[in-house]
């Protein structure tokens, strides 16, 4: 529970800097994976726009992920640790059926 109140206040450091900065430093993470969970068949990705704004959606495969990024933040690096943050088991998607 903690690791998620410490992730919580992070990111909402990154909004504020966001909205304060629309040039902000390349190297600030703009994608969130958050946990992974086998039991829930999607992960809840978490898209900073370039213009500061924050969209929430959720994602159950690679192919899903990448083209959710591509739609918000195109153009970034999927394999850029500083770019793109997993809470957990980076590159996994539970598969479990809802």
Known sequence: MSDDLDL??????LDDQDRDDQDADPGTCAVY???YSPDEPD???RIV????TVVTRPCD???RFEALVEVHRPGIDLD???RVCWVDH???WSGAVG
């Open 8 to 13: 919580d206040l992070a990111l909402d450091r």
């Open 33 to 35: 994976v958050l946990g």
């Open 43 to 45: 992960r809840q990705v």
């Open 49 to 52: 726009r370039a213009d500061g």
């Open 61 to 63: 495969s690679q192919e």
């Open 80 to 82: 850029d640790p500083e």
């Open 90 to 92: 980076p590159g996994e």
